[in-house]
């Protein structure tokens, strides 16, 4: 079983930045994709960024393409979603995620990850 806990979100002003983390617990990400989700009140909830366990390759939503990145730690344990030139519409809650799977891939689909963090609020002011 993994455990993930999302930090940094909060409120911002339009233009201004994030850092969010995911903190993995109970066992190592260090062979397992990630991706960041986010939902919107009444929203589906959409995939933003993934990585694959390696590091190499790595997938965002073409809305902020530029914008943010991510990146993870694996001595730490920890992936990051860095977000930069933020705007009202990233307004969401944003979830941290676990796929299982190990290798060059990324996964872009809600079903394709087995384990989810609780979610950090991210609000953008305009």
């Known amino acids: 079983q993994v455990q993930l806990v999302e930090s940094g979100g909060g409120l911002v002003q339009a233009g201004g930045s994030l850092r969010l983390s995911c903190v993995a617990s109970g066992r190592t990400i260090r062979a397992s994709a990630m991706g960041w989700f986010r939902q919107a009140p009444g929203q589906e909830r959409n995939i933003v960024t993934a990585?694959?366990?390696?590091?190499?390759?790595?997938y965002y939503v073409d809305s902020v393409k530029g914008r943010f990145t991510i990146s993870r730690d694996n001595a730490k344990n920890t992936v990051y979603l860095q977000m930069n030139s933020l705007k009202p519409e990233d307004t969401a809650v944003y979830y941290c995620a676990a796929s299982g799977y190990s290798g060059t891939y990324y996964y872009t689909s809600v079903q394709q990850y087995g384990y989810w963090g609780q979610g950090t609020q991210v609000t953008v002011s305009s």
């Open positions: 990585i694959s366990s390696t590091g190499d390759n790595t």
